[in-house]
């Protein structure tokens, strides 16, 4: 059969349903074989957005998400969805065209080496140059996307060789079995819990990308011991349980870090130091238990004593059947923490001024939407303000990116969550700078016929930037711009714009957003007057008298 069309074949075999991308000319064998094909072909309006999409496809089904480009500017428009990928463990397939490798006729016009340039953001990188190996490379790519850590695969599909003929035979789709922990390793744990006077549970977002949600809720019950997140932990264990103590959205100094300095041991479950540090290990000072598909990588802030390797949620059950609740615990400390955090954190909760604050957003989506709905952040000031002070109440329904934390990915993201859960709401926060990094991207959510609410917090700079130069005692300094008018903008591609005028003016529209189906752009302005005097300065004066 034709090469191309035992390359579809074989991504049928291995059950993909969509392929997002932006074809060229290399591709277009690959085209006419989709076209017979059951996948589903999405045409975005920039590569970065297809390698979004396949991302936020891989993350929330635990399968590889498939995007397509061409040659030279296309794959390297890839190289940024690839480590979104690769470093937040997210399975993910990049499939590039190129010029014939057996005759050229172009010499080396876009050409590049793109095979050696996605080495180091992929786990696995090959050129296809013999047809009857296509059925092979395709199950090993998918293979080595899925394993743990999950991450991005590349196979590049020259011009000449989709052409060719070649056997007719595609590979079984063969898993395998995460070996369950070594019982030393679950019995020193068990002792080490035991001894301990203020044991905390972290949660990472290695237990995000399996079911261990049950395991680690029936952990906390059976125990009482008190449990914190990462920013892509959020949501594992219902964030609404007495035992949930905060998001450790900062590295330090936050009031939850009062609780992470008190605790003598600290029971770290799929975290690993690829997500920005949680908290800071000193020698001598407390040990960590590290439970994890694979060992601790060692940093000089994180070198864990124990590493518990294999299955997490085998390791979480067996240290639930055998570790007992001990009257040397005491989580009084943990208790009042936790009280500290929930009258700071609902501070401004209720504040109306307008521009609004991001703590009475975080409120006002909070009370709008149902447990399972999804929001979807860009990377920006706001995402700390999210992480902190949203509560979750089931996995992967605050979608943000704190690994590689580019932006540009939010509105891609929304965009696959909603094509994925099409009965759930749907909401995009997008700082203005970030949400210009994709939005061309509103078209391709319009031509879908998606429901989406996408909410652009505007202050017109990049603001994440503008608070760190403000800690650093810099002049406010090259970091403003100006804004198009996204009303206009969002109606020009056929969305709805909407600019609310104050916070009452705001809840109507997002009342209205969220129950009539569009595309639906919301301009809000954002007052982030209080990121320095919180974030910096409230924050670690009062955390040191805790």
């Not at 690993?272 to 238990?289: A, L, N, Q």
């Not at 949400?435 to 202050?459: K, P, Y």
């Not at 009303?487 to 009342?511: M, N, T, W």
């Amino acid at each position: 059969m034709k090469a191309s069309d035992l390359f579809v074949k074989a991504l049928e075999n291995e059950g993909v349903e969509y392929i997002f991308g932006v074809p060229g000319e290399e591709n277009l064998d690959l085209l006419q074989s989709l076209k017979k094909s059951s996948i589903k072909l999405i045409i975005t309006r920039h590569e970065q957005g297809a390698g979004f999409m396949a991302a936020t496809y891989g993350r929330l089904t635990g399968k590889p998400g498939v995007c397509l480009s061409t040659l030279g500017p296309g794959a390297t428009n890839l190289v940024t969805p690839a480590a979104y990928a690769q470093l937040g463990g997210m399975p993910m397939m990049m499939i590039t065209g190129q010029k014939p490798i057996k005759k050229s006729k172009q010499a080396r016009f876009q050409i590049i080496d793109v095979v050696d340039m996605m080495k180091p953001v992929t786990k696995y990188t090959k050129q296809i140059v013999n047809s009857n190996n296509i059925a092979s490379q395709v199950r090993e790519a998918f293979r080595l996307a899925i394993e743990e850590k999950p991450g991005a695969v590349h196979l590049e599909f020259p011009e000449d060789i989709a052409q060719e003929e070649c056997e007719d035979s595609v590979f079984d789709v063969v898993g395998h079995v995460i070996p369950k922990p070594d019982n030393k390793a679950i019995e020193k744990a068990v002792e080490m819990i035991s001894q301990a006077k203020f044991p905390l549970l972290l949660i990472g977002a290695g237990a995000n990308r399996k079911v261990t949600c049950d395991a680690l809720g029936k952990f906390v019950d059976k125990t009482g011991i008190f449990f914190f997140t990462t920013q892509m932990g959020k949501g594992v264990i219902d964030e609404r349980h007495p035992q949930y103590l905060g998001t450790a959205a900062l590295s330090s100094n936050d009031f939850v870090h009062a609780g992470i300095d008190a605790a003598d041991l600290i029971i770290n479950v799929g975290h690993d130091v690829i997500e920005k540090p949680p908290f800071f290990m000193k020698k001598g000072e407390k040990k960590v238990i590290h439970i994890n598909f694979s060992p601790a990588e060692v940093d000089p802030v994180y070198f864990p004593q124990l590493n518990v390797v294999g299955d997490i949620t085998s390791s979480v059950l067996k240290l639930g059947e055998q570790v007992k609740k001990q009257d040397s615990w005491d989580f009084s400390f943990f208790q009042k923490v936790k009280e500290e955090v929930a009258g700071h954190l609902s501070k401004y909760f209720h504040d109306e001024r307008f521009p609004m604050l991001p703590q009475r957003l975080v409120n006002l989506l909070r009370n709008s939407l149902a447990s399972e709905d999804i929001i979807t952040l860009d990377n920006g000031i706001y995402k700390l303000w999210f992480a902190r002070n949203y509560t979750c109440h089931q996995p992967n329904t605050l979608l943000l990116d704190n690994a590689l934390a580019s932006m540009g990915a939010g509105l891609p993201s929304a965009m696959m969550a909603k094509v994925l859960h099409p009965n759930k709401n749907v909401v995009s926060v997008c700082g203005d700078g970030g949400f210009m990094m994709n939005s061309q991207e509103v078209e391709t959510a319009v031509r879908l016929g998606l429901h989406l609410t996408v909410i652009i917090l505007n202050d017109e700079a990049y603001g994440m930037i503008k608070w760190k130069q403000e800690d650093m005692g810099f002049d406010d300094f090259g970091l403003d711009y100006k804004n198009p008018d996204f009303v206009k903008y969002a109606e020009s591609y056929g969305a709805k714009g909407h600019r609310p005028s104050s916070d009452a003016d705001f809840q109507k529209i997002l009342d209205h957003c969220l129950n009539t189906p569009a595309v639906h752009l919301i301009d809000l302005p954002v007052d982030y007057s209080l990121n320095h005097p919180i974030l910096n300065v409230m924050l670690k004066e009062k955390a040191e008298k805790l």
